[in-house]
């Protein structure tokens, strides 16, 4: 994903009382030269990040996205970010992706080492095409995160909830499951409960229910997991938010990962043992996520 457009923003205080914000952004170069070599998100991976899709210039769930901007900036003592800033910014960005699919990232780091900070800025490019994995699904493998389910609850500091920069883990983890002749990765706990992919939410289908991890166990609240729900409950489906051991995904009708870009993708195998794709739902989720969501 080529990016086709950046600006810089000076950040405003949380209580700032202005309507207009554009005096606020810089319009850069995507292409040149930005950052300090002393910038901490580039040096530490110290600051959070938003990834936004984008559907012919409309900026998806972006009311949410900006609330979990802020959960992850309070988890990582960083500056409460103005979120009325940021959704204009947001939406300068969005404009400039153009027809058909494109992402939004938002980006907030803790500045220069010894100061100025924090630094922000955001981007826009066109999306990859997700088409084969929408329709054909997605192998996964099952990777032990190392910590047990309890973890992010004794050890909050290891910001297993927030959505921070430092994504050299998830990397690895989708290197490794490439590896072992698949696709993606998701993540379970030293104790066997299912989580989340490196880059997305799961979603199972256990008869007419819907069910993902509870998020309080240091998995990110997934946007489109709340999107997706709200359209199933409107549908007549019954969801919810459980502890699921991690052999539940194995025994699931159907599954899938669900994120901001790719969408909904179904998950065709688990550690190599086929998953049921429902093809007609999946298209269905699809469609939804493709029309402008607030």
Request: glycine share 6%.
């Amino acid at each position: 994903m080529a990016t086709r457009f950046a600006l810089i923003i000076t950040p405003a205080a949380s209580d700032d009382a202005r309507d207009d914000f554009s005096d606020s952004f810089e319009v850069i170069d995507p292409s040149a030269p930005a950052l300090s070599v002393s910038e901490l998100s580039t040096q530490r991976g110290d600051g959070i990040f938003e990834s936004v899709g984008v559907v012919d210039g409309h900026p998806q769930d972006l009311a949410a996205h900006l609330a979990r901007l802020a959960h992850s900036a309070r988890l990582c003592d960083l500056p409460e970010p103005h979120l009325e800033q940021w959704r204009q910014a947001a939406q300068v960005a969005a404009a400039q992706c153009g027809p058909g699919e494109g992402v939004v990232k938002l980006i907030l780091s803790r500045g220069v080492e010894h100061g100025p900070a924090p630094t922000a800025w955001v981007t826009a490019a066109d999306a990859a095409d997700f088409t084969v994995p929408r329709d054909r699904g997605v192998r996964v493998v099952t990777l032990d995160r190392g910590l047990d389910s309890g973890a992010p609850a004794r050890a909050p500091w290891l910001l297993l909830g927030a959505k921070t920069l430092s994504y050299a883990v998830n990397m690895a983890a989708i290197r490794e499951a490439k590896r072992r002749g698949a696709d993606d990765a998701v993540f379970v706990s030293s104790d066997s409960v299912l989580l989340e992919a490196p880059t997305a939410t799961v979603i199972l289908r256990l008869g007419d229910r819907f069910v993902t991890p509870e998020p309080g166990a240091g998995i990110l609240h997934g946007t489109t997991q709340l999107s997706l729900f709200a359209h199933l409950e409107a549908e007549g489906y019954e969801t919810a938010y459980e502890t699921v051991p991690a052999a539940a995904l194995r025994e699931a009708y159907s599954a899938w990962l669900v994120s901001s870009v790719r969408l909904a993708a179904p998950i065709a195998s688990v550690d190599g043992a086929p998953l049921a794709v429902d093809r007609a739902l999946t298209a269905s989720f699809n469609r939804f996520l493709l029309s402008p969501r607030d």
